[in-house]
């Protein structure tokens, strides 16, 4: 008998066979349509000629990594999980990073899952959200940190795969990961598996460059792997990926802190939501950014200024982003600022280290990441499906509700 639980007031039903839900970290569709095109993920088009499912959909705004791999896994978006960014400015002006568990507003779907008494596992390629996942006693393990982590009965993680584990900043991480995610479940005995993998390869390079070709063929053949296994496999990505380089080869950004102080704003701050540890993915440069006026007589002449920037496109007050972007305003800046396609957010020269880029700076944030690949590797009842607009925190309701 199949087992029913609650998230969210949503239900979810989990079949008999085991399903792997895949975060694919910056996956723009480029990537995928290049991949598919070129033959370079022959299982994963076996799986949509067999029936399977490959649909765009939409990404949670911002378009960083917390924020959407929280809403893939509580199936809610930010205004009701809580988690609108990597990182924010708390009520005593201090920049946190999002990665404890008290920032958590809604339950995961495996924390409800595993408290169905249901057998759950994540698995995550950035150890920066093994914390998140591992919310209500979820078994929670992290591919980047694999060589320091146990089993509860102190086997080494490596051990269960045979393999030690690759450098963040390498490609087979990902692919890792995925591999990992498997093993794991097999030892463990696990029927609802969460894999989120990293995009670094995504930062580093287009659709058609040596690396991503490598990329695409490995995860290609994990994804075999996990299907052979007999796990219906899935997957979302978090956000898309775009070239943010200008002609002359360097970043196309724009300084906002810069702005505010030549327009005579003294009391401005600017957050960059897409802060992380993992610098050399980005330098902490995407293209929405927070910013906070302490003093309201400044804030339309810091909305002016930052307004009439090139490369911006909008600049919205905090009521406004949270209506449009279903985010939580105690999370968000006084304003928020979206970028073009090729711009890029900074606060200033001095706050962030370009020269830790891996080549070309490739980024994300804004709304021209906001269209992302969802793909399921089964058939689906296409009841309910039919003209429905998808995102991705949809992903654990395809999976787990509307196979065929």
């Known amino acids: 008998m199949d087992v029913t639980f609650v998230a969210n007031d949503r239900v979810y039903n989990v079949p008999r066979r085991p399903v792997l839900a895949v975060c694919a970290d910056g996956w723009d569709p480029e990537y995928v349509d290049d991949a598919l095109e070129r033959s370079l993920m022959p299982r994963l088009a076996e799986s949509l000629s067999a029936g399977g499912m490959y649909r765009l959909g939409r990404a949670q705004v911002p378009t960083f990594t917390n924020p959407n791999n929280v809403a893939i ?20 002006g201090e920049e946190v990073q999002v990665t404890d568990p008290v920032f958590l507003r809604a339950t995961t779907i495996y924390a409800a899952a595993h408290a169905a008494g249901v057998e759950v596992l994540c698995v995550t390629a950035k150890d920066k959200l093994r914390r998140l996942l591992a919310v209500g006693d979820v078994p929670a393990f992290s ?8 089993l509860a009965d102190g086997t080494p993680v490596t051990e269960v795969l045979g393999s030690g584990n ?44 040596p690396m991503s070709d490598d990329f695409y063929r490995a995860v290609d053949a994990a994804l075999g792997r996990a299907i052979d296994a007999g796990f219906v496999v899935g997957l ?55 910013v906070h006026v302490d003093d309201a007589d400044e804030l339309d002449r810091a909305r002016s200024a930052l307004a009439a920037l090139p490369g911006v496109e909008g600049v919205l007050n905090r009521s406004a982003a949270a209506d449009s972007f279903d985010l939580p305003p105690d999370r968000i800046g006084d304003l928020v600022v979206l970028a073009d396609a090729q711009t890029v957010l900074g606060k200033s020269r001095q706050a962030h280290d370009i020269s830790a880029l891996h080549g070309e700076l490739r980024s994300h944030g804004g709304l021209h990441e906001r269209p992302v690949p969802i793909i399921v590797c089964e058939r689906l009842a296409v009841d309910g499906l039919a003209g429905r607009e998808l995102h991705n925190r949809d992903l654990h309701d395809l999976l787990l509700n509307h196979l065929a």
């Not at 591919?143 to 146990?150: K, N, V």
């Not at 080869?249 to 704003?265: H, K, M, S, T």
Request: hydrophobic residues 40%; proline residues 5%.
């Open 73 to 92: 896994v509580t199936g809610v978006c930010a205004a009701s999980n809580g988690v609108a960014g990597n990182h924010y400015r708390n009520e005593c």
């Open 143 to 150: 591919a980047e940190c694999a060589h320091e982590q146990t």
């Open 166 to 209: 690759p450098g963040i900043y390498d490609w087979q991480l990902s692919p890792y990961t995925i591999d990992l995610a498997v093993a794991l479940a097999e030892r463990l005995q696990s029927k609802l598996v969460y894999a989120s993998l990293t995009d670094f390869v995504q930062h580093a390079a287009a659709p058609g460059a």
């Open 236 to 290: 979302a990505a978090d956000h898309g990926m775009r070239s943010k380089t200008g002609a002359d080869g360097r970043p196309n950004v724009r300084f906002l802190d810069e702005a505010l102080a030549e327009a005579g704003v003294a009391s401005g701050h600017t957050l960059c939501p897409i802060t992380d540890p993992y610098v050399v993915h980005h330098a902490a440069l995407g293209s929405m950014a927070w």
